[in-house]
């Protein structure tokens, strides 16, 4: 009976977090395909990689949508169970806290197994690949990328380009440029037409300008230079496509162990507490979800989501202590893993009386 009642409670929860983990995952790729596709048409990124950068996000998700997909999803099923009378039927048939967990520790297993892949493998290298595709867009960025009639940021120079029109071969019309020469000076270029052409060195690239004027000098003084031009060229050197210093989220574990800074540290913390914050919530969702029969079924629901926040933002703040230096890195994240098993275990000895054996 016992294996019959753990496939119905596994199916149960594991159809819900399919149904909630699917729903939650397609809110976030539909808000960062609408950003990626802003993106691609800004020239960030290229426009072939637009479907790999959304998969990469995918998988960045995966670190907080199984955590908070599997807490719902144990609650949600668990509700259900207890609005229906299923579970007190259960209860009389002598299953119990074992008899619940050990179906939930069947997905609840494999699941955290998956998200300290992610957390500490996969991520991080995807998070790399997504810094890469970025400088390659950077690196090849051409003058199509510019949106007329609006100021925009281009080149490594961050130079200042305005174009009132700008055609499919990147020709713009109307063209006003700005850019910093020295750290005191400046140059300004105003011209009829302007389009950006190769050059012998394959890291550096001409925009060449037609009909116009330059000025050079330095704000606030009156020694400008002005120069009028029929044909000028501005060479800039294109972003290098070498592995810039990773962010401490694109970092592996193995780099980030071997570090003493704080910012490191708290990564390392954050990575780790993962899987085990997936584990704490699994074993907190059953007492939470407990409630009176033909209770409504999401009646808890709120007092578990406010729990999960309450929960997830601590961590964060707790986060940001570590890379302030507040807490102590043998400290770090512990605590709040710490606070919240014991709030668990209180919940379940309360429920199921164990407390009342301690004072026996």
Same mark, same amino acid.
């Given at each position: 009976?016992?294996?019959?009642?753990?496939?119905?409670?596994?199916?149960?929860? %594991?159809? #819900?977090?399919?149904?909630?983990?699917?729903?939650?995952?397609?809110?976030?790729?539909?808000?960062?395909?609408?950003?990626?596709?802003?993106?691609?048409?800004?020239?960030?990124?290229?426009?072939?990689?637009?479907?790999?950068?959304?998969?990469?996000? =995918?998988?960045?998700?995966?670190? @907080?949508?199984?955590? @908070?997909?599997?807490?719902?999803?144990?609650?949600?099923?668990?509700?259900?169970?207890?609005?229906?009378?299923?579970? &007190? %039927?259960?209860?009389?048939?002598?299953?119990?806290?074992?008899?619940?967990?050990r179906p939930i520790a069947m997905l609840l297993i494999?699941?955290?197994?998956?998200?300290?892949?992610? %957390?500490?493998?996969?991520?991080?290298?995807?998070?790399?690949?997504?810094?890469?595709?970025?400088?390659?867009?950077?690196?090849?960025?051409?003058?199509?990328? @510019?949106?007329?009639?609006?100021? #925009?940021?281009?080149?490594?120079?961050?130079?200042?380009?305005?174009?009132e029109s700008v055609d499919e071969n990147g020709v713009?019309?109307?063209?006003?440029?700005?850019?910093?020469?020295? +750290?005191?000076?400046? +140059?300004?270029?105003?011209?009829?037409?302007?389009?950006?052409?190769?050059?012998?060195?394959?890291?550096?690239?001409?925009?060449?300008?037609?009909?116009?004027?330059?000025?050079?000098?330095?704000?606030?003084?009156?020694?400008?230079?002005?120069?009028?031009?029929?044909?000028?060229? $501005?060479?800039?050197?294109?972003?290098?496509?070498?592995?810039?210093?990773?962010?401490?989220?694109?970092?592996?574990?193995?780099?980030?162990?071997?570090?003493?800074? &704080?910012?490191?540290?708290?990564?390392?913390?954050?990575?780790?507490?993962?899987?085990?914050?997936?584990?704490?919530?699994?074993?907190? =969702?059953?007492?939470?979800?407990?409630?009176?029969?033909? %209770?409504?079924?999401?009646?808890?629901?709120?007092?578990?989501?406010?729990?999960? $926040?309450?929960?997830?933002?601590?961590?964060?703040?707790?986060?940001?202590?570590?890379?302030?230096? #507040?807490?102590?890195?043998?400290?770090?994240?512990?605590?709040?893993?710490? #606070?919240?098993l014991a709030i668990a275990i209180g919940m379940l000895?309360?429920?199921?009386?164990?407390?009342?054996?301690?004072?026996?």
């Amino acid at each position: 009976m016992f294996r019959i009642l753990d496939r119905y409670i596994f199916r149960e929860v %594991a159809s #819900t977090w399919l149904a909630v983990t699917g729903v939650l995952l397609l809110i976030l790729l539909t808000n960062q395909f609408a950003r990626v596709l802003g993106d691609v048409a800004k020239g960030k990124l290229p426009k072939n990689a637009a479907l790999e950068v959304i998969g990469l996000s =995918a998988v960045q998700y995966l670190n @907080i949508l199984v955590p @908070i997909g599997l807490f719902l999803a144990v609650m949600l099923a668990m509700g259900r169970l207890y609005r229906d009378s299923e579970m &007190p %039927a259960m209860m009389a048939c002598r299953v119990g806290l074992s008899g619940v967990y050990r179906p939930i520790a069947m997905l609840l297993i494999p699941l955290t197994t998956l998200v300290a892949w992610v %957390a500490i493998e996969v991520g991080p290298k995807s998070m790399l690949t997504v810094d890469m595709i970025g400088a390659e867009a950077r690196r090849e960025a051409d003058l199509t990328s @510019i949106e007329p009639g609006r100021f #925009t940021m281009f080149g490594p120079d961050s130079a200042v380009v305005y174009g009132e029109s700008v055609d499919e071969n990147g020709v713009m019309r109307g063209v006003f440029i700005q850019r910093r020469t020295t +750290e005191n000076a400046i +140059e300004v270029v105003v011209a009829d037409r302007g389009e950006q052409v190769a050059s012998e060195d394959p890291n550096t690239r001409l925009l060449v300008l037609t009909n116009g004027r330059r000025y050079e000098g330095t704000p606030g003084t009156a020694q400008f230079r002005v120069l009028e031009f029929q044909e000028h060229g $501005i060479p800039y050197r294109l972003p290098s496509l070498e592995a810039p210093d990773p962010r401490p989220r694109a970092m592996s574990v193995q780099q980030l162990a071997a570090s003493s800074d &704080p910012e490191h540290i708290a990564e390392l913390h954050w990575r780790l507490g993962i899987p085990i914050s997936t584990v704490l919530l699994g074993l907190l =969702a059953v007492p939470l979800s407990r409630s009176q029969p033909r %209770a409504g079924r999401y009646g808890r629901l709120a007092v578990g989501l406010l729990v999960f $926040i309450i929960y997830f933002n601590m961590l964060n703040a707790a986060k940001a202590w570590i890379e302030q230096g #507040t807490v102590d890195p043998m400290v770090g994240l512990w605590w709040v893993h710490a #606070t919240v098993l014991a709030i668990a275990i209180g919940m379940l000895s309360f429920q199921n009386g164990w407390h009342r054996r301690l004072f026996q």
